[in-house]
């Protein structure tokens, strides 16, 4: 079957240490996108790739970096810097550039990062 | 002003009742308006787009008004497994001609046996 896997779903981390969490997709989608939700707010767009090495910054992506080296793959490190790092992590993939005009975007079952 | 607002909910209704949920925006410029639906701690999965004519699937049928700015989703005759969070989110062009995605907060649906 296709679609998204993110792992892990559940991690824990104590503050100061960075961390990777993973995001693939075999729908063959050229754009990946990353996303966190939290309590009150919409979902945040993170980062945005629409193709392999290269990546764009969306709205909130200080404290966070992330790497497009294959099609299927984009994950995202949750750096010291991140000054809120507790939420809900989304992955999302579409068809390149149909994303943000079709609405259609496919979502992982996320990551949620604690730390403590 | 949020560039999306939704009803805060959450509504309780019970099984065969109609429920309505609105959403209204603020940029003029909008141009596409979907509906997702979030179950609890679960990822968001597309429910349906909203067409300028307003679009009915199944029991659910998606209307816009755009001098009005607003988007309304209607669910009739409810069932259990219709209880979630259904988010508004709006396509937008932004100041660097990117489009992309507003997510409303989301309003929160019980159906009640």
């Known amino acids: 079957d296709g679609g998204i896997t993110q792992s892990p779903k559940y991690l824990f981390r104590k503050e100061g240490q960075n961390v990777t969490l993973s995001c693939e997709q075999n729908?063959?989608?050229?754009?990946m996108y990353w996303y966190r939700q939290d309590p009150g707010q919409g979902l945040r767009l993170i980062y945005y790739s629409q193709i392999v090495n290269d990546f764009q910054k969306g709205d909130i992506a200080e404290g966070y970096s992330v790497s497009r080296e294959k099609k299927e793959s984009f994950p995202l490190t949750v750096t010291s810097a991140q000054k809120n790092p507790t939420a809900f992590y989304l992955c999302a993939s579409s068809i390149r550039d149909r994303g943000p005009n079709t609405g259609e975007l496919f979502f992982g079952e996320g990551s949620r990062l604690t730390v403590l | 002003r949020k560039e999306v607002e939704q009803d805060p909910g959450p509504f309780n209704v019970p099984e065969g009742a109609t429920v309505a949920f609105n959403c209204t925006y603020s940029n003029s410029a909008s141009q596409s308006f979907f509906w997702y639906r979030q179950d609890c701690r679960k990822e968001p999965k597309l429910l349906m787009s909203v067409y300028s004519s307003g679009n009915e699937d199944g029991r659910f049928t998606a209307q816009l008004n755009r001098a009005s700015q607003y988007i309304s989703l209607l669910i009739r005759d409810s069932k259990l497994s219709d209880s979630a969070t259904y988010l508004c989110?709006?396509?937008?062009?932004?100041?660097?001609?990117?489009?992309?995605?507003?997510w409303g907060l989301g309003t929160s649906l019980a159906v009640n046996p």
């Open positions: 729908l063959n989608h050229d754009a």
């Open positions: 989110v709006v396509n937008i062009i932004n100041a660097g001609n990117n489009r992309k995605l507003i």
